[in-house]
């Protein structure tokens, strides 16, 4: 789901960069908050942010106590995509595997469709392996497939992300022909 939330972060510039440049110090801090954010990717309560939509405030800096930097608090809008149960999206197949298939949907790389979820889908092993319905549909690499979310939770470990299971198990769930497709890339 798409959302706009108002977001405070702390950016942390190095004392040098503001000395060295001729730019004012709100557009480093600036630079270093898109810097800042793009290593972060992700939060468990905003989603992954997708793009700053205005910078509401940039704070007075306050000196750290190396000295070597100044940290700035800074206030802005940020549109984010915050996968939801319940929520049904498009993703594209990215591997087939015995046990389910990887889809990419959006800034989400690995969303797992469990051969549980898909009923009445068998695998067909070979070099391109694929899952095959009763009604001849097929799973494959690179097939766009219409999924609801079944369950997701936030990641603990240092990849900030979501881990999403997804299901077919639905009417109107599964492979959909979309020409010119190519997923919800944001």
């Not at 950016?11 to 908050?33: A, N, T």
């Not at 009923?119 to 319905?133: K, L, T």
Request: proline fraction near 4%; glycine fraction near 6%; charge should be positive.
């Amino acid at each position: 789901m798409l959302c706009d939330f108002e977001v405070r972060l702390y950016v942390v510039v190095p004392m040098e960069d503001i000395k060295k440049s001729g730019e004012l110090p709100g557009s480093i801090v600036i630079r270093r908050l898109f810097s800042q954010l793009t290593f972060l990717r992700a939060t468990e309560d905003c989603g992954y942010f997708l793009k700053v939509t205005k910078v509401k405030s940039v704070g007075s800096g306050k000196l750290l106590d190396s000295s070597k930097y100044i940290m700035f608090p800074v206030t802005f809008h940020s549109r984010t995509f915050l996968p939801k149960t319940g929520e049904v999206l498009v993703g594209i197949v990215i591997e087939v595997c015995r046990h389910g298939v990887f889809l990419k949907c959006g800034p989400m790389n690995s969303i797992y469709l469990s051969v549980r979820k898909m009923p009445n889908y068998n695998y067909v092993s070979g070099e391109n392996p694929f899952f095959i319905c009763n009604d001849q549909s097929r799973i494959e690499n690179e097939v766009a497939v219409r999924f609801v979310v079944y369950a997701m939770r936030w990641s603990r470990t240092l990849v900030r992300k979501f881990d999403v299971l997804a299901s077919i198990d639905d009417d109107c769930l599964g492979p959909v022909s979309l020409n010119g497709f190519d997923g919800l890339e944001l």
